[in-house]
């Protein structure tokens, strides 16, 4: 399992990372790659503090709605103000053939990108140049794990941008002639890249004149399965085993748990897609009873039950009892001893530690392995939570993280989530924000669920909703990555523990 999902669940205890200073800017035309110092653990009580928010290189102008963006206009003077508020990031995991996160892919959506897709060269060399500048801004944390997959236009080698990418960065490149073969110059800027530690993917081209030519100089490729029938997916797999053996290949946009499961019998080593978070048919599936035991010590927390009570609960079943010795004694490292009984470890927890802890024992405990549904999870919780600072109500943004947990729970337990939310007691503004998306809450989560599935207009429109710009939800996405990713503690996940 990934060592950062584990360091962010022991996070959960109370460590706190220093905020770096944001870095200069620098000019495009002197490339160096960004240094980013690691963050430095600091001990505490308090939940982890939030990363400083990542500025974009290029300036920002206030919104304005009712105006349409000049694509072309602002390709021709990129030193002009852009409305890069609008334009969404959005972020998708890449996982392994275990179903492990390996990497993630970020892409810009948002009226200034449909705006260009049928525009020249320029146009989209712009807009790569301002995805390059979001990627640079990624805490240097999210890179210790993960590669990234950023997809570019062929253009994009023409300018200097695309030298300031990240070493662990792997370009989904999108040729602009796929029917000629690859410009000299082209070929000689893929090699340069790949000597930096930059991957090369082509994009859904093979076949083409231009991956014939470039073949040699790529280190795998991509293929767009919606754009295929099952049998032309099978086909075009076999050709690439027969005719470039030793080429990585990946699956993107697979939908189903189905088509990733015949993806791999065909050898893929990457895949990325909705399949991940796919919702199906689990009507008249039951919850284990494990998962219900957990149920009732969520109960339990939430009416502020005796620690006696939940600790004589915890002790009817030995393996929760391990894994929360072990978690609370490997956070709370800093203590001159260890904790020797389980009313100490809840008494150093605390309620809202141990909410948090029996929520993420729900999730694993239908995971089977699943690592990347327990990530995305992580990942909307926390990314809610940040949304939800400093907002109406001093409880709003520890809700909103468990209400991030909580809403993925019918994709952990293969259960409808009506079904998997029964057994707790939860207020009724939560299960009206998870079931029916109403209220504040629900809108928090209707925003997360639309970055989460590359919604840029019912993001824009969520966030307009609770008086947030798009620009402070694109920071808060990486700002979540990077706690999710961060080295500071390593305990091992509930749920997946090894050694059991």
Known sequence: MIGGLFSAIGRLFGQHTA??????????????????????????SRIAEPVAPIVAKAPVATPTPAARIDATAIAANPAAPADESE???????????????????????????????????????????????????VNAAVLRERRIFIPLSESSLRGT??????????????????????????????????????????????????????????????????????????EAVEVLKRDFPNLPRAAWDVNTMEEFETLRSLECASFAGGFVTHRGNWSGNPLSPEVMCVATLVNQVREDADMHQIAA????????????????NAAARGLNHQLSSIEQALMIMGQAQLDRWLTLM?????LGGNGAVLESALVRARFMELLGEGHRGQDTSERLFVLGLFSMLDIALKVPLEEAIRPLNLPTHM??????????????LSLAEASQSGDSQRVMQHAVALGLTVRKVNARHIEALTWVNAPEVTVVAPGFENDL
């Not at 530690?197 to 076949?207: F, H, L, R, T, V």
């Not at 299960?431 to 928090?444: D, I, M, S, V």
């Open 362 to 366: 729900m999730l694993g405990g239908g």
């Open 161 to 234: 941008a695309i030298d300031h990418l990240p070493p662990r960065s792997s370009i989904l490149l999108s040729p602009e002639k796929p029917d000629r073969g690859v410009d000299p110059y082209i070929l000689a800027r893929l090699t340069s890249l790949r000597e930096a530690g930059i991957q090369i993917w082509a994009d859904d081209c093979a076949g083409t004149a231009w991956f014939a030519n470039a073949a040699a100089a790529i280190d795998g490729v991509a293929l767009r399965i919606a754009q295929r029938m099952p049998m032309e997916i099978s």
């Open 19 to 44: 905020r770096p200073s944001s870095p200069p800017a620098r000019p495009s035309s002197q490339p160096s790659p960004p240094a980013v110092k690691a963050s430095t653990p600091i001990a505490g």
């Open 313 to 328: 609960i915890l002790r009817q079943d030995m393996a929760m009892s391990y894994r929360l010795m072990r978690y609370v």
């Open 431 to 444: 299960r009206e924000a998870l079931l029916e998306k109403k209220g504040t809450l629900g809108t928090f």
């Open 87 to 137: 334009l969404v990031l959005l972020r998708r995991e890449v996982v392994d053939a275990k179903l492990d996160v390996s990497a993630y892919e970020f892409s810009l959506r948002g009226e200034l990108h449909e705006n260009v897709r049928s525009q020249g060269r320029s146009v989209r060399a712009f807009m790569d140049r301002m995805l390059i500048d979001h990627v640079n801004s």
